[in-house]
Structure formats: C-alpha cells, structure tokens
C-alpha cells in the first residue's frame, strides 16, 4: 500500500516554525513527508532532517524530499540528539513533532494498530520489537490493568484485563479482532454506546508497545535547549496525556521567579527561557475536521527559545 497521510494542522503549524532559509529544522515524525516538504520548500541555505523510526515512513519521505534541501533518517525522535551530533549540528533553528499513528499505518490492516480490521496484533511504529500480542499474552492482569488505566485512561480496565487473561489461558490471543471482542465483552453494555468500546484500549497498548509517552517525556525539554535563541518547537498532540505533557513542560520552561509570593522583591532572579507561540493551544479548523475527521483531537503548541 501506498505510504498515505493527511498532514494535520499544515499551514498553523509551518507558521508556528517562523522557518528562516538558511535554518537547520528536524521533523522528528516525518510521515509521509506532508510537513516535512512544506519546511524543506522554504529553505534556501538551510537544511531539514527528517527522522521516522517507520521503514515504510522513511521510504515515502525519502521519495517526497528528492531534491530538496533534506535528510532523512530512520530513528525514533527521541534521539535527533544522537543524530545531530553525528552529523555536527550543536543547535537548530525549529523542531516539529506531530505525534500519534500516522492515516497510513491505521489503513494498513495488516500492522494491526485498528480495530475495525482483523490483522496479526502488532502495533509497532518501528516494525521491529515488542508486539502488542507479546504484552497481551504476556504480561500479569495487575499489569495491563496499569497499562489500560495510565494509557487509555479505561474505567473498566481490570474488567478488561481478567476477560484477556481467561481468553489467553484457552488460547493465545493473536489478532485484532479477537482482542476487540474480548474488550467489548468486558465492558457493561451502558459503556459501549460511548465510542467503540476498544478505543481506550488499543489507544494504551499502541502507547505501551512504543514507548511514546516515555519518548515525549524524554525529548521536549532535550529538544528545547538545542534551539538557536528565537527558534521554535511545536508539537501536534491528538489525546489528553500528551497534550497534558507538552502544556506543562512548556509551563515550566516559561516560568520566571520562583520566589514564595510573600517576598517583597524577587531574590532568585530566574527569569523564562521561553515564550509561548500562542496562549492557547491551535486546534484545527472547521473544515480541516470535515475534510480530515482524524484531526479533531489535534491541538498543537509552540514554544520559541528566548535566551
């Protein structure tokens, strides 16, 4: 299947980045490469790379990108550090996280992220690793449990996690369809009228096979303080835990005194490293959400590095 994405919040988003033509800019998430073209076609002197730890992602980047100024690099965006030192690159202009699972991997049955298809249960980004039937077969009930209510934030996640157990002790669990079964037979039949009942749960168990809210947590402030003074990160976020963490990573790093608030004058002298692009989140648009339904959980955020 052709590598296909719907790049959300296109046009706030490059606008976010300020992209000067002689910067250096890392799109962490290229995708198909939606974003990281537009960024790429505003350079002159500059350079973009383009990072993706999905093979068939870096493929269809590596296609969209020909002859513009870019590279693109399999690595998962967590480690643009690592990449930026090989390539002797101390501090970037901008830096574009757009987070979640790309339209092509949802798609594409057979990497089993969706349940509205019957595939193998997979779910890696990377296609490589730990799959979702590996943690689903695998781990205690107290475990998943923990995975569905920290991940999916899943009211019913011990009701799931015992029907997964009694299922997998008949016979291992090793398609999609089956596990969207096992989830909608947990669930009080009240709950299933609100959104497909394995919504919240193959949302955690996607989270918990990539790692993608360890990889976040890791790269905003790391991604932060390599940019150049006046330089932008912006994350496209698409649930609440993720939103939640960039807002307040991003509280923090706009912070000035830290003084207790009966103290005359401030003595600590801290003042904000950063300064928000916009005050509130940008959310997509009317007709970007009838267009490209997918979006309507987007919201992105931009922060611009001030000293």
Known sequence: MEFSHISVLLGESIN??????????????AGGGGHSFHIASKLKSGKLIALD???DAIKAAGQRLKGLPAEVVQSNFKDFDKVLDSKNI?????MLLDLGVSS???DEAERGFSYHNDAPLDMRMAQSGTTAADLVNNLSVEQLSDILSRYGEEKFSFRIAKAIERERNISPIETT??????????VPAAARRDGHPARKSFQAIRIAVNGELEALEEVLKKAFYRLNKGGVLAVITFHSLEDRMVKQAFAELTKGCTCPSDFPVCVCGKTPDGKLVSRKPIIPSD????????SRSAKLRAIERIK
Request: net charge negative; charged share 25%.
């Open 177 to 186: 369809a089956r596990l969207a079964e096992i989830i909608s037979s947990a």
């Open 287 to 294: 007709s970007e959400i009838k267009n490209n339904p997918r």
């Open 90 to 94: 101390p501090f970037i202009d901008g």
């Open 16 to 29: 976010a980045l300020s992209i000067k033509e002689n910067g250096i800019y890392v799109d962490g998430t």
């Open 104 to 106: 092509h991997q949802l």
């Open 53 to 55: 730890r999905d093979p």
